[in-house]
């Protein structure tokens, strides 16, 4: 890379005449050894050259009225893309715009509500944090939250656990 090299007149010439041409940075860079795309977006704006279009599209009204009716009548968003010969983060994207409620997440598994007794004993019977945890499919942070929250003092092979929180200074 020429970092911090001034630009010949080839070079401003091949950079004019590429941007005229509408070729991208990217290509006009590969043209010129040495340079890259960031180089080239650089020397393009203080060369003062007319923007580019941008290639993000605006949304239609029309793509989000028939993406809304096919919505309202069942369509799945995958349905819709297919029927719409577009890809589905665009059906997704205009349906969360339109704020459909088809497409809100749904079914989420519910939050793990643990069964405190059934822990607190098997934690009394077997002492061993990871083992319970495996035996119920949870965390073992989750089992060692849950029997501080519940006041069990927790020990390992060498003794109790120290409460490692923080008291308040007397």
């Known amino acids: ?5 001034d630009w010949t007149d080839a070079e401003t010439k091949a950079v004019i005449e590429g941007w005229a041409a509408g070729a991208s940075a990217a290509e006009i860079a590969r043209r010129l050894p040495g340079r890259n795309e960031n180089q080239v977006i650089g ?18 009204p029309a793509f989000l009225r028939a993406v809304i009716v096919r919505a309202k ?5 995958a349905a819709i893309a297919r029927a719409l010969g ?3 983060g665009w059906v997704y ?11 809100r997440r749904r079914n989420r598994a519910a939050p ?6 059934a822990i607190i004993a098997a934690y009394h019977h077997r002492p061993s944090a990871r083992a319970i945890a495996l035996a119920h499919g949870v965390a073992p942070r989750a089992v060692l939250r849950l029997l501080r929250q ?3 003092k927790l020990r390992t092979k060498r003794g109790p656990v120290p ?8």
């Open 86 to 88: 577009v890809p589905a």
């Open 1 to 5: 890379m020429k970092y911090g090299t």
């Open 73 to 77: 009548e069942g369509a799945s968003g």
């Open 93 to 103: 994207s205009a349906a969360t715009a339109a704020n459909l409620p088809m497409f």
């Open 112 to 117: 793990w509500k643990p069964d405190a007794a």
């Open 150 to 152: 519940h006041g069990v």
């Open 43 to 60: 020397k393009v704006h203080r060369l003062d050259l007319p923007p580019r279009r941008s290639p993000i599209r605006p949304r239609d």
């Open 163 to 170: 409460d490692s929180r923080r008291r308040p200074a007397p």
